[in-house]
Structure formats: C-alpha cells, structure tokens
C-alpha cells in the first residue's frame, strides 16, 4: 500500500473569519479558497490557548497546554515525544521548516526612559535551537521566534547538522522556497514524508511586499460589527488590517505555489496539505487588539485538510463543525495516513471527516479553552481562564472562582450579549460550569471553579 504524504502550512496570528471562503469581504485568497471548496473546512476550528507557545506545544504532541507547554517563552521538555518521532518510527521522512516557539528562548528587553517604547537586547532569531529540542524532526531549518519578516535567520539541518543563514528575501517566500527544494528531493528519493512550514506573517509587524501591500488602504478595509465605534480603536483596527490581509494574500500565493510544484513533480494526488494557524487577532473587536481572550476573533482559526482530488480516491470534502482543537492536530495527522494514535496523546482522530471509514473514537462534545499563565504583554487578559466551547455553539469561560462570559454563538455570533449574569439562564450556566468542570477532572487540570447550586 503506497504511503500518504502530508504537509503542515500554517501562518501565526491568523484567525477563522480571515479568509475569503469564510466570508471576510477584505481578504483575497482564492488558493485558500480553493483548498477549502474541495476539501473539509473545519468552520468551528478553534485554538484552545490562543497564544503561540502553548498551541505549538500541544499541536506538536497532542498534550494540554498545562501539561506541556504552560505559558508563553515556555520551553518544551525535550524528552517528550511528539507526531515527527511516530512518524520517524513508521517509515517517514520529518521536516521541519521556520518558526518553532517552544524552545523557551526569553528575548530580553529594556524600557527607555520614556517608559513606553523598548530596546531589544536579544532576539530569538537569532538562538540556535540545539538539535535534541527540534520535536524528533530528521531535518529541522527554523528558528525560535522574530517579528521582522524582513530580517530572518535561520538554523539547523539534517540531524545533528547546524548551519545558519540568512534568508534573502520576505519570509514566508524564502521558506517556502525551502520546503519546494525538499519536495523535490524526496519526490527523487521516493519516501513518505511528513514535512511542516510554519511561517510568522500575518504576526505583526503587519508588513508585506509591495506587489501585496499596495492591494489594501486603511479606509477601505471593513471593520467587524463588534468593533466598537471609538476613532482611535477604529483606526488603528484599519491600519493594521491593511499590513494583515495583504501578508495573509502572500501566505496564499505561497500555498499556490507549493501546490503547484506538488503537481509538477506527481505528488498532488498522494499528498494531504493542512492549512490553519495557531490562534486568531483581535483587531480591535470588543475594544482589543491581539491574542490571549477567549472571543472568536482569536480562538477561532482556518483549518482545511485538502489537496488534489481530481481522482477522488475515497476522499470527502465539504465543511464540517466539529470543534477541532490543537491537541486533536497530530492525531488526525496519523489518522490520515492509517497510523495509529500512540496512547500519550490526548486529542481526538477527525480523519474520518476526510477520509471515508468509520470514527475510530468517541468525540468530545465541546473543546476546552485555557490560559493556564498569562504573559503580562499590553492588550492581553491579565489573568488566568478556562472555557469551552460546544458543539451546539454555547461558550463559557471562567475567571477563578468567578463566572465571566457565557455566549449562546448559534444567536449572537459576534459575541455581544454575556449572559453569564442573566438569571434568566442560570441553568444552562450550571450545565457548562459542570462540564467544565469535567474537562478541568479529566485532563489534570488545577482550577478553581465557581459553584452554582
């Protein structure tokens, strides 16, 4: 039986709403598009700690965040295995390809005297991740973290090889560039591989070339309707979704290209490719900026497993609603090429969505949403939460002790009635505070919830 391959593309910052296929009226992604129209869209794909660290951790092992990876410039315990060493022990090829954020490099910084602006006195881009902390990933070329899309470097190679350079051009291109050559190369040698790039961009700093940049003006983006109706949140919202959707036009292109090349080389029709990211951008919505609240704005994310299927072969596509969460990645990764789930992973098998067959497990039905340690940054939740979110579009998120939000999402999608303290739903909030609970139980949690009688 041949093997499948798969690919891992997904760009840092990007959240659900964002693309064209799922209705963003600014966005230009007709490869997206394209990927999702004949693939399965995962439309209630959610990032169940929206904030790089975590999710990385528990994408790449399928263990929660508390377990894992606990906050942000967290390391990753470098004896825990992750999907490239099952993927290593049946026969794959492992690649890995730009930024990588579990390695617990601490960039450090200086206020000036201003106390507002900073001095960077070390960037992550430029720490070598030594070779037994790259995830079991034969050849590994990344680095741990930059915001300069500009100026990135990068390290490793094959094994216990280091080399470093810098990229010549705008990231997501260079790195791209990088996984087309490895396509190449094992299209020659003829293996399996399982292969992931993981580009910076849309993260701000929201620039772009210019041949995309010059797509998007300020005043012709269209804020979302919870953006509320205050000049300067509405401004700067503008500004920065104009860098924002045209660095996400050129992950499209980038993803055009890398399709492209699987066609040329004879791969396409073996070769399933997972779009996503790792947490959404607030963007102004709800008066917020960035990452690190529970809103759909950053939790919710594209997730699409497509590729070629002008010969079908037994796949399925359309949209699904199931909420797919970072730790259910590396399973339904394995599930996709018929490999088994080692029993230290924690997520769920979605292949089945995919590929035609019978579930291989009972699905959960809700995803646990967490910010086990908060990171202290500027436009971020200060405070520890935990959450969830149904299957039958109810969320509910906690503060210590004390209920916060509570949403019904099938109603109010953009999320601007909390009924957390409307008596009229005091049952239904005891329902979700008491299957988080559970969730809370059932994956080793420490948190204290409030008690409702």
Known sequence: MVKSNVIWIFGDQ????????????????????????????????VSGFPLCCPFRGSMLTSVYPHNCVPGHEYQMNPKQKTIAHVFNENGYHTAYFGKWHVDGYKEQNIRTADCFSEINKGRATMHVVPPERRGGFERWIGYDNNNSPWDTWVHGGEGDVTNSFRLDGYETDCLTDLLIDYLVEQKEKDNPFFAVLSVQPPHDPYVAPDEFARNYKPHNIQLRDNVPNIDYIKEQAKQDLAGYYAQIENLDMNLGRI???????????????MFFSDHGDMHG?????????PYQEAISIPFIIGGEISRYNGRLNGSCDVPINHVDIAPTTLGLCNIDVPVWMEGTNYAH????????????DSAYLQSVIPTGHEDSIEFSWRGLVTKDGWKYVCFENTAWLMFNLNDDPLEQMNLA?????????????????KWINDTNDQFVLPDFK
């Open 353 to 364: 969505y995919r590929l035609r067959g019978s579930r291989s497990m009972e699905e959960p």
């Open 285 to 293: 919505c709800h008066g917020q900026f960035k990452k690190t609240t």
């Open 14 to 45: 990007l959240r659900g709403q964002a693309i064209g296929y799922n209705g963003d009226p600014n966005a230009i992604t007709p490869n997206i598009d394209n990927l999702a129209r004949l693939g399965v869209n995962f439309t209630e794909a």
């Open 421 to 437: 303290y409307n008596s009229k739903y005091k049952d239904k909030r005891k329902e979700l505070n008491d299957r988080l609970k």
């Open 259 to 273: 399709r492209k090349s699987l066609n040329e080389l004879g791969l396409a029709d073996n070769t399933h490719i």
